[in-house]
């Protein structure tokens, strides 16, 4: 499930906005403050963040700027709220690192439409769509990953976990992802779970791969993580 943290100190707006975010199917989380809201970071990693610009105390432009500066954050995709239309403060906002800019009131057709983007850009992980990569496909929508080989369609049988391992390599092709990236954004925790449930979630992804020749495309790069790759045999695994 989409997880989408919404920071804004006024109630009844993040109220709303997080009832329209549900019945969406996003998991919403509430920041009423920018501390609040970075400690909601640092436990988990949320798909996308919803940051008003005027919170009291930090603004929300300063933790946007702080989240770039951060290894962990840096592409977190985020979507800056205000009530402020200037041509200038949007420009601020987005050289703040926002990756858009939605100015109050506005609607939740729009808001939906706008996240839908975002992501789409920077975390197609969280999206519904289906992918494929080498004969292999996955659809979030049905939960069935297929391989076409010279045999024809095969059925891959994934547990839960290997399923959102295999979207996220997937979605991220040909690049390398540490095992403290991919709990942050696997499971979005990297704090609470070892680094070596990676591992064995790799394990048996590759296992579930093997009956349609799929383990190959599950590379380990020593010392660095995994990534999936269709050039086989590029780097030493
Ligand atoms: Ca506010």
Not at 21 to 40: F, K, P, S, W
Request: glycine share 6%; aromatic share 4%; charged share 25%.
């Amino acid at each position: 499930m989409t997880r989408v943290l919404v920071v804004e100190d006024e109630s009844a707006i993040a109220e709303l906005i997080s009832i329209n975010l549900r019945h969406a199917g996003y998991e919403v989380t509430i920041a009423a403050t920018a501390d609040q809201a970075q400690a909601a970071v640092d436990a988990v990693l949320p798909d996308l963040v919803l940051l008003d610009w005027m919170l009291p105390g930090q603004s929300g432009l300063a933790l946007a700027k702080q989240w770039r500066s951060s290894a962990r954050t840096r592409e977190l995709p985020v979507i800056m709220l205000t009530a402020r239309s200037e041509e200038g403060d949007k420009i601020s906002g987005l050289d703040a690192g926002a990756d858009d800019y939605l100015t109050k009131p506005f609607s939740t057709k729009e808001l939906l439409a706008r996240i839908r983007a975002v992501l789409r850009r920077k975390a197609p992980e969280a999206l519904d769509t289906a992918v494929e990569i080498a004969g292999l496909r996955l659809d979030p929508a049905t939960r069935r990953v297929t391989r076409t080989t010279a045999e024809g369609v095969r059925e891959v049988k994934v547990g839960p976990t290997e399923f959102r391992l295999l979207h996220f390599f997937m979605t991220h092709p040909e690049r390398v992802h540490s095992r403290a990236q991919l709990l942050d954004r696997v499971w979005g925790d990297h704090v609470f779970i070892e680094e070596r449930t990676v591992d064995v979630h790799v394990k048996r992804l590759r296992e579930a791969l093997q009956p349609v020749q799929g383990a190959g495309l599950i590379e380990t790069v020593r010392g660095a993580g995994y990534r999936l790759t269709q050039q086989v045999g590029t780097l030493a695994t």
